[in-house]
């Protein structure tokens, strides 16, 4: 593997809000084209990680590369879906507007659409099933098909890794179906995905796992580091003290 | 004066005035687009009463120039903004309260310096707040003429950044756009259109001014630059409208405008094709009635060729017996059923389409049943899901043409007619 850097690297982040830390210490190396699920409960700052790597959020300490690039147009390789209720389902915008929108990293806020970004943008409309939804209202869609529209977006943004950010709540067994297969594709093409995800009975469907609770607790194939466990320190209550003496800590500064 | 007459001499010899309103209408509507999308109306409110202090500093220093009026308003709109967002982030006071407290004393302060003002000078505080276009000078068009031309341009520009920060801000910031900058600027416009078009409406009423027109476009499309251009027509016909009924009726003018504005929103609320009330609910009722006639189809079906009794029909679908009467001449008309001695019966038309609803029925019977849901409880959900028989045919290829449907009964073949 000498030469290819990884698509993500990450050292020593530490992310808090507040005063409280929500990330500690977390180091990941994430080969290409590969398919990552990052799991833990609710507030393990799954989220932040990935909000953290895009810089959305200021990180306390640690290093992100991005395929061996720490400058700031490395984010453009990044594609992030928002989760849907990040989305105001009633904004006045078609499903092509939306897909469109993947060309702004392009084109900056001047340059015209040319021929070649109206045919990305149409391909990936055909690719993702929805080209006969184009002029829709998002409103107007299934939950699966406003996934693909996402996605879409993704797709024409040429970036190399897509963040997905709990794909699966509020859609159907079989959107989830196509959804995972669709991904199985996205990696065959060359992508490398990073799905934070609830849902634990989906695990063989990804190469890599993340497990996380506030710090990294494993990381490495499912059938490797999903045990018992691995499985007790990221949902069992053991780190819960280390909480509560960080929180007294917190309070002891005000 | 009659009326007409009035109105006559408001295309004679007020069209300074005229003209200053509409395009004091079209701005707010532009910029109002915006405002609604990223929900910032109340904001919009608080800027409008907020900048007063500012006003009444730069009246003191400078008189009653429109751009030392300008300024003054901008740097308070500014400061009022700063004070917002520094309550938000260094206390627990949530946004709508801080908006609400900091708008209020900035306003109260304006009143008080008024009060303070050396005898002798005057400012026009009635005038401040309720607008009044007939005191329109010719540089109070060309400001507002300045105005529009940096928020249309503005617009037109950064239409990709303030799009995309709208509806998406977390991508935004990921392809390199600076949100925070973005709505700077959208905040700097938003004040400048507000104090130009102080003059017209007022402090009190320039934030319907800012929302109705953009809400009535809102009603009738579905995309972003549609919603733009049809606001910025709509502001300045309210605007004008506003400005020519006023005038012909002697109504105050900035009170007309906002009025007329919220009609024609109100105009729109019930009767815009996509999502107006009354469409919405016009298109609920014919689902009903279509679901209703099918359901008639269905139960005559049960007792081809003889018929059913009327009153017996009424019963079991639960309606009245004169309303479902209208239903089944409705569907004699079509020639799907006859009605002869009180009894419904199918005709050969009618069957076909019965039939049809009740394959449709066995179909998503068997389809729920196969997707493992409970077999007693298959028979309601496809109560409703019957009605959707254009989809039979999709279903009968997923499931290999079933003869049969879970209770066991025969799910008809395909009749053609």
Known sequence: MEGTPNALSITNLTVSYGKVPVLRGVSLEIPSCQNVCIVGPNGAGKSTLLKAVLGLVPRDTGEVEIFGDSSPLAYRQIAYLPQRSQIDWDFPVTVRDVVRMGRYSRLGAFRWFGREDRRVVEEALEQMGIGDLADRHIRLLSGGQQQRVFIARALVQEARILFMDEPFVGVDATTQESILALIQKLKAEGKTILMVNHDLEILDHFDLLVMLNKQLIAFGPPEEVYNERNHRLTYGGLLSRVDRAEMELWRAKR | MSFWENVLLVFTSFRLELFTSMLSGATCGLIGCFVILRRMALIGDALSHSILP????????????????????????FLTTLCI?????????????????????????????????????????????????????????????AVGVLVCASVILFYRPLFLTSFDPIMATTVGIDVKRVHYLLMSLLAATVVASLLTVGVIMVVAMIIAPGLVAYQLTDRLPVMLVLAFVVGAVSAGLGFVVSFALNWPPGPTMTVVAGILFLIALFFSPKYGVLFQWYRHHRARVHFLEEDILKYAARHYPEGMDLERLAEILGVETRRLLRYVRRLVRRNMVSLRDGKVALTGAGKVLANEVLRAHRLWESYLAHKGIDIHKVHDIAEALEHAHQMADELDDALGSPKEDPHGKEIPPKTSC
Not at chain 2, 121 to 136: R, W
């Open chain 2, 54 to 77: 500012g006003v009444v500093i730069a009246f003191m220093l400078a008189g009653t120039g429109p751009l030392a009026m300008f300024l003054g308003a901008m740097l308070a709109g």
């Open chain 2, 85 to 145: 967002s520094f309550l938000e982030r260094h206390n627990r006071v949530k946004e709508d309260s801080a908006i609400g407290v900091a708008f209020a004393v900035f306003f109260a302060v304006g009143i008080i310096l008024i009060s303070s003002l050396p005898r002798g000078t005057h400012f026009d505080l009635k005038c401040y707040l309720f607008g009044n276009p007939l005191a329109v000078q010719p540089s109070d068009l060309e400001m507002m003429m």
